[in-house]
Structure formats: C-alpha cells, structure tokens
C-alpha cells in the first residue's frame, strides 16, 4: 500500500450514517490520519458552509469539494477551481422541470433556493443542518451578491423509478449540455457540462502536488464514480451497489458499521 498523504471522502452514505450522525470511531480515525498531516477532504454535493459545519464537529481543517467537484476550495476556503452555471442554463433545466412532478432547488455557493416551504426543505434543513432561502430563483436572482453564483440544481422526487425515468428524459433532452447524475435513490443533480467529484481530485492533487498514488478516495454512490476512479486507492462502502463495490480496489463495511474508519486506519 502507497503512502496516503490526502484522503477524499463522500459525505452522505460513507461519513455520514442514516440517522445524520458520525460514529465515535470514524472522528477518531480522521482527527488521527489529520495529526498525522494527511489531508482530509470532504467532496460532496453540498455546499460549502454545510461541509464547514462538518469539518467543525470533526474538529478538522483542510480543502472542500463542494457542488459535486463544481467548485473547490483550499484550506482557507479560497477557490482552487469553479464552473459554475449561466443564470440562462438555470432558466432551461427550471422551465423543463416545472413539466413534472419533480421538486428542484438551485445551489449557488453561499446559499439554497426553493420556490416554496414544505416537505423538500424540511427535509434539506435536517440534512444539511441550515434553512435555504423560500423564493423562486427566478425571483431572487437579480438580488444575489456580487461574489454569488449558482452551481447546481437539484432535482428530488420520492419515488426512485419516477425519478429515474425523468432522469433518462432529462439525459435525451440536455445530455449534451450538463452533467446529470443521481447522488441517491431519490436525488438527481444537474450541473456545468463535463464537471463531476474526479476534478476536485485532479484539482486538489496537482495543488499539493500530490501523485495519484499517494490520494485515497472513498465513496457509496454514483455520483463518486468519477472520483473514485481519479484517485490511486479507491474503496467502495459496504453500502454502495454492486456495481460500484466491483469497480473500486478494495470495499470496507457500510457506513452503519463504520466503514470509513476501517479505510482509513487500513493506512495509517
């Protein structure tokens, strides 16, 4: 086994249990591999003060790959690399979602917007930890702040095989113009064409000047293929589908039996 000197994790289904909490063991094993000056960074969909929220109760520091690799940030939340979308592409995917059944939420890099209150903010308050802002993109859009712009929507739906058909529609319809990728069962992402989780690795590596080999990644779902497949050491949670777990070197347990723990203190 090379020497690990920067660990990028998943949040949702590989830090993160289904109950929204974080074992004993998996802080452990980060706050030791982060004493031990390995990097840790978090790459997720989320933005980034729900990730910084993260690093504070890890009792951490380091870089964000925020936006599914939209946009990167170094230790000092400083942009390593951003793609984000034009207000018109917002435009497009929102015009074709108000089409269908979906619920779909804008992400800029400060902020989450929703067109209305209900069941779909309750439930990203409880996941990220802080409320979005109820108003249409549409609306707010000419009173964003000079320093925000949107990276992603986010499109949600309750029912998987609703959500996965929509999905084909969306790919037939804008696959050529965004990157569209499930990130869980009822969750479909929307960002800059070509973007995923493998460039915040790619970004991140050349900015500590780091070999492949020396970068382990870990994740449960879809959305982590790119990334997975971008660093030297791939692990695959116990959780993730079968088709992930066969395309990733090594597979540790799910994220209920402290999977991520288990990868890391396999390198230190």
């Known amino acids: ?13 590989t830090l993160i249990r289904p109950d929204h909490t974080i074992s004993p063991r998996t802080k452990r094993a980060i706050q030791d591999a982060h004493s031990r000056g390995i990097i840790i960074a978090l790459i997720s969909g989320r933005i980034g003060k729900s990730l910084v929220k993260i690093q504070k109760e890890l009792g951490i520091t380091g870089p964000l790959g925020t936006l599914n690799g939209s946009l990167v940030l170094d230790e000092k939340g400083r942009p390593i690399l951003e793609h984000p979308l034009h207000h018109e592409e917002i435009h497009q995917i929102l015009d074709w979602v108000e089409h269908t059944d979906l619920n779909a ?5 400060t902020d989450w917007y929703a067109s209305k209150e209900g ?35 986010l499109c949600m739906h309750e029912d998987p095989e609703y959500l996965s058909r929509m999905e084909q529609r969306l790919v037939e319809r ?24 493998g460039d915040a690795v790619r970004a991140l590596a050349t900015h500590y000047s780091l070999p492949r080999e020396a970068v382990m990644a870990v994740g449960d779902y879809y959305n982590d293929v790119a990334m997975l497949k971008a660093a030297g050491c791939s692990v ?17 347990a799910p994220n209920t039996e402290d999977g991520l723990a288990l990868a890391i203190e396999a390198v230190l």
């Open 119 to 153: 069941y779909w903010t309750e439930h990203e308050l409880k996941v990220t930890g802080f409320k979005g802002i109820v108003r249409s993109f549409h609306e707010n859009e000419g009173k964003l702040g000079a320093d925000e712009q949107p990276f992603k929507v």
């Open 174 to 197: 804008m696959g050529p113009r965004f990157t569209i990728l499930r990130s869980g069962p009822i969750y479909l992402e929307i960002f800059h064409r070509g973007v995923d989780k």
């Open 236 to 252: 695959a949670m116990g959780n993730a589908p079968d088709d992930i777990k066969a395309m990733v070197d090594t597979v540790t």
């Open 1 to 13: 086994m090379p020497s690990i000197k920067l660990i990028c994790t998943d949040i949702d289904g």
């Open 105 to 109: 939420f804008v992400y800029t890099n």
